[in-house]
Structure formats: C-alpha cells, structure tokens
C-alpha cells in the first residue's frame, strides 16, 4: 500500500471514530429523556455523571430515578428542590452541597441559587430573604418529613 493511501485509510479511520463517539453523546441524551418523558421537566443530570452505568442501574431500579413529583412546579414556580434548598441555606452556612440535590431534586444547585436570587427569595450571600423564610414556614410539615425521608435515603450526609 502507498503512503498517500496509508494515510488516507488512517484518517477515514479516525473520522470514523469521531462519528461514532459524537453519535454515542447524542444517542445517551435521549435515552435518559425517554426514562423521565412522562415528568413535566427534565431533572438535572451532571455533565459528569457516567450515563451508561447509571441509566443501566436506573432501569433495574426504577427508585433510582428523581421522583416525578419533584419536577412539578408550585404556584410561585419552585421545584420541591428549591424549597428544600432555601431550608438547608437556612440552617447551614459554608456547607457543600449534598448531591441528593441533584440525585433526589433533580436540581442544578448553581442555576437554583440563581433563580431563588431572581425570586428575591434569598440574598447574594445565599441567606434566605423575609420572603424565603415565609417560604420555609409555609413548607415546615412537608420540610421536616422530607428531612427524615433524606436521613434514611442518605444516612452519611447533612440535612
């Protein structure tokens, strides 16, 4: 085999792999769409999370998805994740984020803090406003059985 053709086989090849690997990223989106098509928004999933592995294990165990109810919005247009959320900034200061909100809620902790800002439902240090509070009051029966829910579903983690 010539060199020009050694050449042009090795980067038809390597075209070839770029394809597949680009086709494989657009196919894994919508086979994690298809497990929460019926929800009325798509929960959160984290760029890095391993999809194969995880959509694998969400198939097996249905529980390992967000809960529907958790993509409903309320009349103010919060996420039960955001109201959970406010709580917790409520009760903690400097803490990392625990990822059941990203594994329970199916929240983006980030794009939420952003939105409860715009809602003026927690300052630019991420303390609950007057009207956060008011939130939080509103949803303390709900708050306090999700809080022993979380306890049970993730023991090691903070509430």
Excluded at 121 to 145: H, S, V, W
């Amino acid at each position: 085999m010539k060199l020009y053709q050694k050449l042009q086989h090795f980067f038809q090849e390597k075209k070839q792999t770029k394809q597949k690997s680009h086709n494989k990223q657009q196919i894994e989106q919508p086979l994690v769409s298809k497990l929460y098509q019926t929800y009325p928004e798509q929960p959160y999933i984290h760029p890095n999370r391993d999809l194969e592995a995880w959509e694998a294990a969400a198939q097996a165990d249905a529980t390992l998805l967000v809960p529907q109810e958790n993509m409903v919005r309320d009349d103010l247009g919060l996420l039960p994740g955001d109201i959970y959320l406010l709580y917790f900034l409520f009760r903690h200061r400097n803490e990392q984020f625990p990822y059941y909100f990203e594994y329970f809620f199916g929240i983006d902790v980030e794009q939420e803090l952003t939105f409860l800002t715009s809602q003026g439902l927690i300052n630019e240090q991420y303390r609950p406003t007057k009207e956060g509070c008011l939130q939080i009051d509103d949803y303390a029966f709900y708050l306090e059985k999700m809080k022993q829910y979380l306890q049970q579903l993730y023991p090691n983690l903070i509430y």
